[in-house]
Every structure is written in structure tokens, then in C-alpha cells.
Nanobody
Framework: QVQLVESGGGLVQAGGSLRLSCAASGSIGSLGDMAWYRQAPGKARELVASISKRGITTYGDSVKGRFIITRYNGEAAIYLQMNNLKPEDTAVYYC????????????????WGQGTQVTVSS
């Protein structure tokens, strides 16, 4: 089992920055990909950014050039540096993690954090 705990959300003005953290505990040696998703009210959950254990990253189109995902395997943690925030970035941000077994078996990520609220005012 793996537990994920997010932190770092809050209220910020448009154009500002926030840094989200996600700390993993438990069977962290089993973790492969980790990612940030977000869900705004009335909208579907969407991928923000993902990172493999080797550091290969992908980003959602709406955040490219503004957000940066990083990973520290020794700490079993990922971070999301969010710059030039816009009101449309307002959402609950979730961390997730997928084990190597799930990757090989082409299954979805098994573990999710509880989410952290990010609110961007105009």
C-alpha cells in the first residue's frame, strides 16, 4: 500500500505562483509513474503533468510553459511549480501514483491523494 499526501495549495492572485508537494509513504519502491491531476467544479478530472521514475515528463496543453513537475526519488516526492497562474487554473489538485506492476499490465494508477485546493483570483 502507498499513501499520498498533498500540500501547498491556497489562494493566489492571477500572475502569481504556488508550489505543490506530494509525499508518498508505504511501499514506495513499487512506484513507477507519478502525476498531478486537477478537477474544477463541474468539469472532468484532467491531467496536469506526469513524471516517470527516470524523470520523463508530460504536460497538459493548458499548462505547458507555466508549470514544472519535478521528482525526488530519494524522498518519494513530487512537486509542481505553478507560475503565471490564471483563474482557469482554479481546481482541486490531486497527486497520483502508479506501480510498475500496473504499468506493465497497462492498468490505471492505483493510488490517489486527498487533494489540495488551488484558487486563483482575477
Amino acid at each position: 500500500q502507498v499513501q499520498l499526501v498533498e500540500s501547498g495549495g491556497g489562494l493566489v492572485q492571477a500572475g502569481g505562483s504556488l508550489r505543490l508537494s506530494c509525499a508518498a509513504s508505504g511501499s514506495i519502491g513499487s512506484l513507477g509513474d507519478m502525476a498531478w491531476y486537477r478537477q474544477a467544479p463541474g468539469k472532468a478530472r484532467e491531467l496536469v503533468a506526469s513524471i516517470s521514475k527516470r524523470g520523463i515528463t508530460t504536460y497538459g496543453d493548458s499548462v505547458k510553459g507555466r508549470f514544472i513537475i519535478t521528482r525526488y526519488n530519494g524522498e518519494a516526492a513530487i512537486y509542481l511549480q505553478m507560475n503565471n497562474l490564471k483563474p482557469e487554473d482554479t481546481a482541486v489538485y490531486y497527486c497520483n501514483a502508479r506501480t510498475f506492476v500496473a504499468i506493465v499490465e497497462q492498468r490505471a494508477a492505483e493510488y490517489w491523494g486527498q487533494g489540495t485546493q488551488v484558487t486563483v483570483s482575477s
